[in-house]
Nanobody, 126 residues
């Protein structure tokens, strides 16, 4: 399993941008699928996006399509989440998650991942 540490969260005004990072330690990072999830107060954790091990394939939740971009740098064992045009409803704790294999049709399920970070808080407010 990988160890994952997120960073980059903070307070931003609506319409603003943030870039989250997730640094992984452990073996074979380049063979893992990585996803971002988020959990807002009083709500269940939900999938935001995922990226394949090669970085060539991505998926996004409808709520963030066109605003968020996931990318990875396998040389740095790092995943990025660029978030633009942020909205108050994007306020949540953001988690990265990893797995050696994830079915394409199950990328949004928490049970597909066996490594999790501790999260970073993103607050969108004026």
């Amino acid at each position: 399993q990988l160890q994952l540490v997120e960073s980059g969260g903070g307070l931003v005004q609506p319409g603003g941008s943030l870039r989250l990072s997730c640094v992984a330690s452990g073996d074979m990072f380049e063979y893992h699928v990585i996803a971002w999830f988020r959990q807002a107060p009083g709500k269940e954790r939900e999938a935001v996006c995922r990226i394949s091990s090669s970085g060539r394939a991505t998926d996004y939740a409808d709520s963030v399509k066109g605003r968020f971009t996931i990318s990875r740098d396998n040389a740095k064992n790092t995943i990025y989440l660029q978030m633009n045009n942020l909205k108050p409803e994007d306020t949540a704790v953001y988690y990265c998650a990893a797995s050696g294999f994830v079915s394409t049709d199950r990328w949004h399920q928490q049970t597909s991942y066996n490594s999790w970070g501790h999260g970073t808080q993103v607050t969108v407010s004026s």
